[in-house]
Nanobody, 115 residues
Framework: VQLVESGGGLVQPGGSLRLSCAASGFTFSSYHMSWYRQAPGKERELVATITSAGGSTNYADSMKGRFTISRDNAKNTVYLQMNSLKAEDTAVYYC?????????WGQGTQVTVSS
């Protein structure tokens, strides 16, 4: 099982980034997918979730209207489009796959928002 995040980097405040998470080794289309993030000295927090078929999404309040989660089950990939980035969005972003009690995590990708 692998979840490989990409697309992180350094961006100025107000900028945009698109994260990708490529999955392999399990039936991607059966799993709910989420993005989490962890800032230095803080606990990991949920950013957004999308259901297995992509019919429903959920966002943390601070990300609503700025972030969009999507998935392509044909490509076994989940995305996080991040717009209007703020300094407080700086964190390591993790991809998560969940099906009942089964839980997989990626290694994370660093997002730094700074001028």
């Amino acid at each position: 099982v692998q979840l490989v995040e990409s697309g992180g980097g350094l961006v100025q405040p107000g900028g945009s980034l698109r994260l990708s998470c490529a999955a392999s080794g399990f039936t991607f289309s059966s799993y709910h997918m989420s993005w989490y993030r962890q800032a230095p000295g803080k606990e990991r927090e949920l950013v957004a979730t999308i259901t297995s078929a992509g019919g429903s999404t959920n966002y943390a309040d601070s990300m609503k209207g700025r972030f969009t989660i999507s998935r392509d089950n044909a490509k076994n990939t989940v995305y996080l489009q991040m717009n209007s980035l703020k300094a407080e969005d700086t964190a390591v972003y993790y991809c998560n796959a969940r099906w009942g009690p089964i839980d997989y995590w990626g290694q994370g990708t660093q997002v730094t928002v700074s001028s």
